[in-house]
């Protein structure tokens, strides 16, 4: 192909034009906006690092529901921040534990909501791990029986999904064995098949106050440099019975969002992390970018690369922004 009898800025003269030929057009329709709630009542106590997010009460979090619902967002997914810590995260799998109350208020309430739930230890363990510590090492199976007993608590509670994001060998398969056996054959789990151990996570650790004790994470999470490793984590949770993959961050990792939906036809999502939130709101506040065109531009990106659900903070911004 050669100039001049190919132009390709004749489509590209006006925004009509631009429009109608646009490869990639932004969605909420798989948008999924994550939550914190905690104890008490009347409680909204924003995180300094996430501007517009907070840590809210069932109350308060029901009221923000709400107006998820009117902007047409079709997802949203719980963390817990309970009212005390101990060294197995007790209260992951109380009945009345704060995820648990917040998805039957939404039950109660009838919003046209689908409500996910993170199941995990990092936010109900004192030492801030993901699991069962013994020596200072997590313990893969003892802590997969602790988060089969979390995922049964929330699919008892009403919610319609349920994702492990604890990284733990094996525990797709565990907790679809222990939903079937108890009769939620119909919920569905969303596994976080590929979570990278990242410097973007700061920012929730402040929201979720998980940030662990000692060490860190990288016997659990995955290293950053690798990619084939990641497919072979989403074929092990697909053969385990997961019904949707995720990849965590987003924006460091949308070769492997691209590599995954290439590889597996199952729908696959994008976890638009604290991080890649907080930089672009601080960026935004001190006037170095329109935040509006980079966030649109982002989410372009995330879902061009192949990702139809997309769990991102600023889920309710872009839906006003699409609407209007």
Known sequence: MSFPTHRPRRLRRSELLRGMVRETRVSTAGFIYPMFVCPGTNVWNEVSSMPGVAQQSVDKFLEECREVEQLGIPAIILFGLPSKKD???????????????AVEAVRKAKLNLLVMTDVCLCEYTDHGHCG????????????????VAEALSHARAGADVIAPSD???????????????NGFQDIAILAYAAKYCSGFYGPFREAAQSAPQFG????????PANVREALREVAMDLEEGADAVMVK????????????????DVPVGAYNVSGEYAMVKAA?????????????????????????????????????????
């Open 167 to 181: 990284m733990m060998d094996g525990r797709v398969g565990a907790i679809r064995k222990a939903l079937d056996a």
């Open 249 to 264: 961050p987003a924006l460091a990792y949308l070769d492997v969002i691209r590599a995954v939906r290439e590889n597996f």
């Open 132 to 147: 069962v510590v013994k020596n200072e090492v997590v313990q893969n199976d003892a802590t997969i029986e602790l988060l």
């Open 216 to 223: 860190d994470r990288r016997s659990y999470q995955m290293d």
């Open 284 to 324: 935004a506040r001190n006037g170095w970018i329109d935040e509006q065109r980079v966030v649109m531009e982002i989410m372009t990106g995330i879902q061009r690369a192949g990702a139809s659900l997309v769990l991102t903070y600023h889920a309710k911004d872009v839906a006003r922004w699409v609407k209007g």
């Open 87 to 101: 060294a197995v995260g007790s209260e992951a799998s109380a009945a009345d534990g704060v995820v648990q109350r």
